[in-house]
């Protein structure tokens, strides 16, 4: 075979450094992108932070449930160096009372004590000390409170628990039987409890003997809690021999009880966002702006960079790849900030409706969409969209709640997965809570406005919102 040399022109994309730093920084939530930058700053001595005055904290609010309101202090809104210059059913809610005063508006007033920051189990022993019994019973209690799980019960049987003490202890069930009756009269009331049932007859007990209802609830609590927990109210008023009113006056009770006594005590941390946009309405325009505090200050330090201007040496060459790593760095962040606010401010103008109306406004967009309106990948939108958030008068919202999926109307038109659940929060929460409406009658009554939904997604939808099916939203 005849050996020859051939030249074949091809493309490939070849990810450099600086575009593989880019990308990953893209990807990051914000406190991610602190902490990254915080690993920089002590790996790379010719970067450092922006020195200013002394500001307010960042506003930033607790991540479980989107926040309704937060505040942002003005401070300068770039990131600069040298070179760069930026461009600019029992649930909670209808159950206990917490402890405090949520309702006080004196922003002076200290806020209610955070039930998080004594645990349970120093709660329950502080208690203890209190009580005068033997040394042993004392020690037996603590031992049951190192068993309670995150709902404040006992879930092991008492034999099981006596088994895996030592013989040499000589402690029985019986002996634990004695310690559990003293741990069940702490407080929270209802701690120490085996199931529901127990754990709401014991909050029971401890209300006064005069209080309205209490023996008739204790029965059902006790007997009965299934029926009251599906709505057989048939059945409990032929079991109790009672009217309307009396069981709408269990009901009432039994439902303000705590069936999680343990749960202000758990001792999770709260986990913060800092929103990395605001949406504001200016002259009647929607626009977005970069949140300053979420916006690191960086810059290259210019001691070290006039060293190695004036100095060329080849052992200063470590400090040249350090200084061009500092530029690459202050570039990629001010460019994660720009890209954020062009995705930002592309989808606001997509969903003014729903700034203006709600989430009965909101209308169905892919990524696919924002990526065409604005030249980029659709996956850099998917990186640009998770962990950011934007601030706006409706409450903090992650960028990917803007996205959703759709369901076509008879007009042919297409209305947001987003918009049909509000609908469907709406009616549920206008219905009659004597006859509410099913499935089929939420899809009928939506079909009359054009919107054609199948009585299974309106189910899934229903469920998504943790809507209890119809018959367990009858009431008496």
């Not at 493309?11 to 600086?18: G, V």
């Not at 960079?305 to 350090?322: C, E, F, K, P, T």
């Not at 919202?397 to 469907?424: P, W």
Request: aromatic fraction near 6%; include cysteine; proline fraction near 5%.
């Amino acid at each position: 075979m005849k050996h020859s040399l051939q030249l074949k022109l091809s493309q490939h994309l070849t990810l450099t450094p600086q575009l593989q730093q880019s990308i990953r920084l893209l990807q990051l939530s914000t406190l991610e992108l602190n902490q990254e930058i915080e690993q920089f700053l002590q790996e790379n001595p010719l970067l450092e932070r922006e020195e200013e005055e002394e500001s307010p904290q960042p506003a930033t609010t607790p991540g479980q449930e989107t926040p309704e309101t937060a505040t942002t202090s003005s401070t300068t809104e770039t990131a600069t160096h040298e070179e760069i210059q930026p461009q600019t059913e029992w649930s909670g809610d209808e159950g206990y009372t917490s402890y405090g005063n949520p309702e006080s508006d004196d922003d002076d007033s200290e806020p209610p004590l955070a039930a998080g920051s004594a645990t349970l189990r120093d709660h329950l022993l502080g208690q203890l000390s209190l009580i005068q019994i033997s040394e042993r019973d004392t020690q037996l209690v603590a031992f049951l409170v190192d068993n309670l799980d995150d709902n404040g019960f006992i879930q092991d049987e008492l034999q099981e628990l006596a088994d895996i003490l030592p013989d040499e202890l000589e402690i029985d069930a019986e002996d634990l039987g004695i310690a559990l009756k003293y741990l069940q009269s702490l407080e929270p009331a209802g701690v120490g409890a085996r199931n529901v049932g127990e754990c709401l007859a014991l909050q029971l007990e401890a209300l006064p003997e005069d209080t309205p209802f209490r023996t008739l609830a204790l029965q059902v609590v006790r007997e009965n809690l299934d029926s009251l927990a599906f709505r057989d109210y048939a059945k409990l008023k032929k079991l109790l021999r009672c009217d309307d009113d009396t069981l709408r006056g269990i009901q009432s009770l039994v439902t303000h009880l705590n069936p999680r006594p343990a749960a202000n005590y758990t001792g999770s941390e709260a986990r913060y966002v800092v929103a990395d946009v605001i949406a504001r309405k200016i002259k009647g325009m929607w626009v977005v702006s970069l949140n300053p505090d979420a916006m690191p200050k960086l810059r290259v330090n210019r001691m070290y960079a006039d060293i190695l201007h004036r100095n060329r040496d080849a052992s200063l060459q470590q400090l040249s790849g350090q200084l061009q790593e500092a530029k690459w760095l202050i570039k990629n962040v001010q460019q994660r900030f720009d890209t954020i606010l062009r995705v930002s401010q592309a989808i606001v103008d997509r969903q003014r409706h729903f700034f203006e109306h709600g989430e009965v406004a909101m209308r169905p967009l892919v990524l696919r969409e924002i990526a065409e309106t604005l030249g980029l990948h659709e996956s850099t939108v998917s990186r640009v969209t998770t962990q950011k958030f934007m601030f706006t008068p409706r409450g903090i919202f992650e960028l990917k709640y803007f996205f959703g999926s759709h369901v076509t109307t008879e007009t042919g038109g297409a209305c947001s997965a987003t918009a049909i659940r509000a609908l469907i929060k709406q009616l549920v929460g206008e219905e009659n809570g004597h006859s509410p409406l099913s499935d089929n009658q939420i899809s009928e009554i939506l079909g009359k406005q054009g919107i054609v939904v199948a009585r299974r997604t309106i189910a899934k939808y229903r469920e998504s919102l943790k809507i209890l099916p119809v018959n367990l939203r009858k009431a008496i």
